[in-house]
């Protein structure tokens, strides 16, 4: 019989250990005790805050004309420090490629043409596909955050998906590689990637109205 009281109060000890290795215990202000859950090992601290500031960072690169003048909300691209329409008749086309003869391509080269006022240069340079205009001018804060974490705006892609995007594709980087006389974003792209990152890591919290 003793030994059967033992092993029962070891079990409910047992559980009142793993009942509070789920929780901290704390006390609010009026001294009554309570209890805050505690993240899981390896999961990624939220942060509303810090998360909101980070997008409002990075939205001034995305709504910069290095990276808006290809993101119109209409067909025609964008051109210059104030984005104005492209000239030349140049549409979007299907594939984001340019539509008949007036191919992106026929422009804009591999790499940035020498001179001032010169088309700059990418292998993968177009538009987004008309399915997938992902149309960045106009956008508030709170838009174009909606918009990049809804998958079937964004390319179908998760938010990690997009982070690698905005970190390694070429033709995001070729924005801080701009055409003589084209200004560079207003922030270097390593402080745009690591703002864009905090931004998801921190919960991708939508900035209010």
């Not at 104005?84 to 086309?93: A, D, F, I, N, S």
């Not at 924005?175 to 998801?200: C, D, I, Q, R, T």
Request: proline letters at 8%.
């Amino acid at each position: 019989m003793i030994v059967l009281l033992k092993t029962k109060k070891m079990m409910w000890l047992g559980l009142i250990i793993v009942m509070c290795s789920s929780y901290t215990i704390v006390y609010n202000s009026s001294g009554k005790m309570g209890r805050a859950e505690v993240d899981p090992p390896g999961q990624k601290t939220k942060d509303s805050i810090a998360s909101r500031q980070a997008f409002l960072m990075a939205y001034k690169v995305l709504m910069s004309p290095r990276c808006m003048n290809c993101h119109p909300a209409g067909d025609v691209p964008l051109q210059g420090e104030d984005s104005h329409l492209h000239t030349m008749g140049v549409k979007r086309g299907k594939d984001g490629h340019g539509i008949y003869a007036m191919k992106c391509t026929n422009c804009h080269q591999p790499a940035n043409i020498p001179g001032l006022h010169t088309p700059p240069g990418n292998p993968k340079w177009a538009l987004p596909p008309a399915d997938m205009k992902m149309v960045f001018e106009g956008k508030t804060p709170r838009q174009l955050a909606l918009q990049l974490k809804d998958s079937s705006l964004n390319g179908g892609k998760t938010m990690q998906q997009i982070v690698d995007h905005i970190s390694h594709d070429t033709l995001v980087l070729a924005g801080w590689h701009p055409a003589e006389g084209l200004a560079l974003p207003p922030m270097s792209h390593k402080e745009f990637a690591k703002n864009f990152k905090k931004w998801v890591d921190k919960g991708a919290v939508v900035p209010a109205e």
